[in-house]
């Protein structure tokens, strides 16, 4: 059974930092690309980040270019999103996701498995 479970979540002030963690079970971690979204109530879940199988590769939403990173410890099998410099319209919950195609894509549909969310609430 496939499992993503999100963590580190909570309410940070603007400009402030945090780290989520995505921990991952039921598949073969390694192989599969991971990515970070996020959703606010009453519209679509966007896309935030991802990185390829490796970890060689990244790609990020502008709106979050140059504060947020995307990493992953496969020996953990464990993605994280560390977040900086955050600001009130990154508030969302955030959600992580599976990737087959190991190669780091950008939209929903390109995502078999994910997990619960993570609330995060930035105050201004």
């Known amino acids: 059974q496939v499992q993503l479970v999100e963590s580190g979540g909570g309410l940070v002030q603007a400009g402030g930092s945090l780290r989520l963690s995505c921990a991952v079970s039921?598949?073969?971690?390694?192989?599969?690309?991971m990515g970070w979204f996020r959703q606010t109530p009453g519209k679509e879940r966007e896309f935030v980040a991802t990185i390829n199988r490796s970890g060689g590769s990244t790609y990020y939403a502008d709106s979050v270019k140059g504060r947020f990173t995307i990493s992953r410890d496969n020996a953990k099998n464990t993605v994280y999103l560390q977040m900086s410099g955050v600001k009130p319209e990154d508030t969302a919950v955030y959600y992580c996701?599976?990737?087959?195609?190991?190669?780091?894509?950008?939209?929903?549909?390109?995502?078999?498995?994910w997990g619960q969310g993570t609330q995060v609430t930035v105050s201004s």
């Open positions: 039921g598949l073969t971690f390694r192989t599969y690309a």
């Open positions: 996701a599976a990737d087959r195609n190991g190669a780091g894509r950008t939209t929903t549909q390109d995502y078999e498995s």
